[in-house]
C-alpha cells in the first residue's frame, strides 16, 4: 500500500508541474489533496490496518501530501510570476513610439512680429531697451508730463496693484504699465547717469496691460513697441521719415504711412499714424510726436540743447495687419489649426 501511495505522489507531482494555468491547478489541487482524493480514500481504509502497516502506511501518506502541496505551491508561485509579466507586457507604454510623430513647434506669431520689428530697427542703427511690466506712478504717467489730476490720464484705463508687506509704498503708486512710454523715461535717466547718451536712438518692445474688454481690435494684455530719438536738431521730419522707412521696410514696398494731427501729452506737437496699402484703406497703429520739453527736463536733458522724436504702436495690431488676421483674440485662444500657419 506504501508503494501506492508514493505513486500516486508521483503521478501526482508530474501532473502538477503540467498544470497549464492558474484555474487548472487549483482543480487539480482539489483533486489531489481534497476530501474526494485518492490519498484521503486510502486513508479512510488504514483503519482496517494492523498497527505496524498503520505506522508505514501512515508516514507513506503523510510524505506523498507533503511532496504534493509543496508541488502545488511551486507551480502556483511559477504561474502568477508568469501571469505577472504578461500583464506588464500589455501595459507597457513605449514612449519612444511617439518621437517619430512629434511635429517642430515654432515662435508664437506676436513674438514673430515682435522679434522681425526689433531685427528691422536694430538694421537701422536703434538699440533694443527694456523696463519692468509693474510700474510706478512717477515712471508711466508723471514723468511723461501726466501729473496725479491731468484728465488725459483716463485715456488710459490702468490697472493698479495693491501689493501686501510693501511698507512705505502707497497703493495708488503700483501700476501694471498701461504703454511702454516709462521705458521712454527710464532709457533718458540712464543715459544720463551712465554717461552713454544723448545721442539716444532705442527701441523698446514689450507687454502692456489695460482695463480694456477683448474685442476684435483690443486686448486687455497687448503688446507694444516705443520708439525713441533723442538727438541735436532733431525735427518732426526725421520722425516721419522714420516711419516711413520701417513700414516699407517691415511691409513692402507698396505701402506707405501718413501722420495725422493727434494729442498726447507726453509730445508736442503730436500724431497718430495710419499705413495703407494698395486697396486704399488706412488703419491705425500708434502715436508719435517731438518728445514734449517737460518729459526732456524730468530727465535730466536740457530741451535747449536736445530735442527727440518718440513713437508707440501696438505689436498685435501690426501682425493683424500683416497677416490679415480678422480678430485680435484669435492670437491669445491657443488653437493649433490657427497658429500653425504662421
Ligand atoms: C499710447 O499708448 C502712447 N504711449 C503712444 C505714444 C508713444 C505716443 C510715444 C506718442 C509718443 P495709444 O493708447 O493710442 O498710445 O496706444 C498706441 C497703440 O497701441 C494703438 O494705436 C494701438 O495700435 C495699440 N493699442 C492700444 N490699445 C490696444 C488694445 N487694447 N489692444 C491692442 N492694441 C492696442
Not at 490496518?49 to 505551491?73: H, I, M, S, Y
Not at 512710454?181 to 544720463?192: E, G, I, K, N
Request: proline residues 5%; aromatic residues 8%; contains cysteine.
Amino acid at each position: 500500500m506504501s508503494d501506492e501511495v508514493s505513486q500516486l505522489a508521483d503521478e501526482g507531482v508530474a501532473r502538477v508541474a503540467a498544470a497549464a494555468d492558474l484555474d487548472a491547478l487549483h482543480e487539480l489541487e482539489l483533486e489531489l489533496l481534497g476530501k474526494r482524493s485518492r490519498l484521503t480514500a486510502v486513508k479512510a481504509t488504514m483503519r482496517d490496518l494492523d498497527p505496524e502497516q498503520r505506522k508505514t502506511v501512515g508516514a507513506a501518506l503523510n510524505a506523498a501530501r507533503t511532496r504534493l502541496e509543496e508541488a502545488v505551491t511551486g507551480r502556483r508561485t511559477e504561474l502568477e510570476s508568469a501571469a505577472r509579466r504578461v500583464q506588464l507586457e500589455a501595459e507597457r507604454l513605449d514612449l519612444t513610439e511617439h518621437l517619430g510623430r512629434a511635429t517642430v513647434g515654432h515662435a508664437h506669431p506676436i513674438t514673430q512680429t515682435w522679434e522681425r520689428l526689433e531685427d528691422v530697427f536694430v538694421g537701422m542703427g536703434y538699440r533694443v531697451a527694456d523696463g519692468p511690466e509693474v510700474e510706478t506712478d512717477w515712471f508711466n504717467f508723471e514723468a511723461l508730463n501726466l501729473p496725479p489730476s491731468h484728465p488725459a490720464r483716463s485715456l488710459w484705463d490702468t490697472l493698479y496693484l495693491d501689493p501686501a508687506g510693501l511698507d512705505g509704498v502707497a497703493a495708488e503708486q503700483l501700476l501694471l504699465r498701461t504703454h511702454t512710454s516709462p521705458v521712454q523715461a527710464r532709457t533718458m535717466l540712464a543715459a544720463v547717469r551712465d554717461g552713454w547718451g544723448p545721442p539716444i536712438y532705442v527701441v523698446c518692445p514689450g507687454r502692456v496691460y489695460r482695463r480694456d474688454t477683448a474685442d476684435a481690435t483690443h486686448l486687455p494684455v497687448f503688446h507694444q513697441v516705443e520708439g525713441l530719438v533723442v538727438d541735436r536738431g532733431i525735427t518732426m521730419g526725421d520722425l516721419s521719415g522714420t516711419i516711413e522707412t520701417f513700414t516699407k521696410a517691415y511691409f513692402g514696398a507698396d505701402l506707405t504711412s501718413r501722420m495725422r494731427p493727434s494729442y498726447f501729452p507726453f509730445t508736442e506737437p503730436s500724431a497718430e499714424f495710419d499705413i495703407s496699402g494698395p486697396d486704399g484703406e488706412w488703419l491705425e497703429l500708434g502715436g508719435c510726436g517731438m518728445v514734449h520739453p517737460n518729459v526732456l527736463r524730468s530727465c535730466g536733458l536740457d530741451p535747449e540743447e536736445w530735442t527727440g522724436f518718440a513713437f508707440g504702436f501696438g505689436i498685435d495690431r501690426l501682425a493683424k495687419v500683416r497677416h490679415h488676421v480678422e480678430d485680435l483674440r484669435d492670437f491669445i485662444t491657443n488653437d493649433q489649426r490657427f497658429l500653425e500657419q504662421f
